[in-house]
Structures are given as C-alpha cells and as structure tokens.
C-alpha cells in the first residue's frame, strides 16, 4: 500500500505569514493528490484535488503544487479561520485511498 | 443544497452489531461511488470502504474486510454500512462521503456531518 507522510505534524504561525506543508508519497502518484481542512467537530472540507487545481468557493490564498511523490499546500498570508488540521489523500488506482496523518496549524 | 446526513451511531458492546445510514440530496447520488471514512478519536482519517454507482462493486479496508458490508438504494438515495463483530478499535466518528471522481482524480465532496460509534462494554 501506498503510505502518504505529513510534514511537520504542527506548526505554529501567525495572521498574515506563508506557511507551506509537506505531503510525501511512498511511490509515484502523479497528480492524484487531494489537500483538505478540518476544523474540530466537523466533518473534512476539500481545498485542493489533482494537486493543484483549486476547489470552487476556497479562498486564492491556498494553493497546491506538485507530481510524483512530494507535494505541498501553501497558504499565503494566514487568516484567523485558517487555524486548523490539513491532511493530504491520495487514490492509487485501485480503489484505495490514503490519508496523511495531518498537520494540526495552530496560531503563534 | 448538496448534503449528507448519516445516522445509527451509537454506543455498542464489543462483538455487536450496528447499521449505519446516510442520505444525500441536493445532488445526482445515484451517478457518484460513494465511500465510508472514519475517525478515531484524536486521530486522523481512514477509508473505510466503498462501492459503485450500482453497488456492484465493493472495496474494504483490510481492517474491516469480512465484518462490515457496505451497501446502497439509489431509489432512496441512500448509503449504508452494516457493521458486526465490531472491536474497540472500530471508536470512531464515521463520515460518509462522495467520490468526486474526474479522471484519474478521486477526491472525496460532499462529507456528511458524521456519526459517532462507540464499541465499549
């Protein structure tokens, strides 16, 4: 099975600053990688699919970038909503979905 | 309005049983996969399991495999997830969620609310 590794499984920022999270996969999965944010008690919101491509309604702030085995979120200049865990998910082609372990995004 | 609503959690002795429902509206439930993901508590999310447009065919974790069944009624535009045997480390919030399909993309929106299982005697 394919294992998709988070990094840093926290991090501290402040309102306004970039942050950039990590997402490796165990071999290639091209681009089919999805990024999303879930904020306690509630159910996962997706921000980023096919590595890149920005869902409809997420803010420009957030990006997603990357192929093969490593790819990153970033989210230029933090808004108080943004406080909250990321993870990563991919497909591998046979009906099998990975998740990240998450990076809990918590305010400096 | 696209949604997801589950229900039948609840609090079950380990070895027992428990069926769990979701209903989707505001979308063409009966033309997406569908899966089950869950959430132990403090922890991160797990594919559970998931089946086609016309259930036909169904895929599991190797965790569950053997104890749950997913199944659906696109008549009533609904998901279900019979579960037995269930263990204390089936704990979790279990969410169902639609394949989004596009491609080679497999991206889970919409996401039910959840429903919260709890196997402890």
């Known amino acids: 099975d394919i294992q998709m590794t988070q990094s840093p499984s926290s991090l501290s920022a402040s309102v306004g600053d970039r942050v950039t999270i990590t997402c490796r996969a165990s071999?290639?999965?091209?681009?089919?990688l999805a990024w999303y944010q879930q904020k306690p008690g509630k159910a996962p919101r997706l921000l980023i699919y096919k590595a890149s491509s920005l869902e409809s309604g997420v803010p420009s702030r957030f990006s997603g970038s990357g192929s093969g085995t490593e790819f990153t979120l970033t989210i230029r200049s933090l808004q108080p909503d943004d406080f909250a865990t990321y993870y990563c998910q991919q497909y591998n082609g046979f009906s099998r979905y990975t998740f990240g372990q998450g990076t809990k995004l918590e305010i400096k | 309005e696209v949604q997801l609503v589950e229900s039948g959690g609840g609090l079950v002795q380990p070895g027992g049983s428990l069926r769990l429902s979701c209903v989707g509206s505001g979308f063409a439930f009966s033309t997406y996969w569908m899966s089950w993901v869950r959430q132990a508590p403090g922890r991160g999310l797990e594919w559970v399991a998931n089946?086609?447009?016309?259930?036909?065919?169904?895929y599991y974790d190797d965790s569950v495999r053997g104890r749950f069944t997913i199944s659906r009624d696109n008549a009533k535009n609904s998901l279900y997830l019979e579960m037995n045997s269930l263990r204390a480390d089936d704990t979790a919030v279990y969410y169902c969620a639609t394949d989004r399909g596009d491609g080679g993309s497999h991206q889970f929106d919409p996401w039910g609310q959840g429903t919260l299982v709890t196997v402890s005697s």
């Open positions: 089946l086609n447009q016309d259930g036909g065919d169904k």
């Open positions: 071999q290639s999965i091209s681009i089919w």
